[in-house]
């Protein structure tokens, strides 16, 4: 069920990004790189590429044991 107050940068998806985290269960980290991902042409380009990045080396960090 698409919110009404979702950005049209979310809500172009056939389910947005909200919609998909939260059936699938994901955490902090992997929902803020499916949504940078997904947003990343209709609002902030290079700038949310380089967000989920970060958040996939966040997940590389914990997964590796280096938490700093």
Known sequence: M???L???YY???KITPREYIVANG?????G?????VSRHDGKNGTEDLRKAIRYIEFMIEQREG???
């Not at 994901?26 to 992997?30: F, H, Q, R, S």
């Not at 803020?32 to 940078?36: E, G, L, M, S, T």
């Open 6 to 8: 979702d950005p049209e």
């Open 32 to 36: 803020n790189v499916i949504k940078y």
């Open 26 to 30: 994901l955490g902090w980290d992997a």
């Open 11 to 13: 809500t172009r998806f």
């Open 66 to 68: 280096h938490n700093e």
């Open 2 to 4: 698409k919110n009404t």
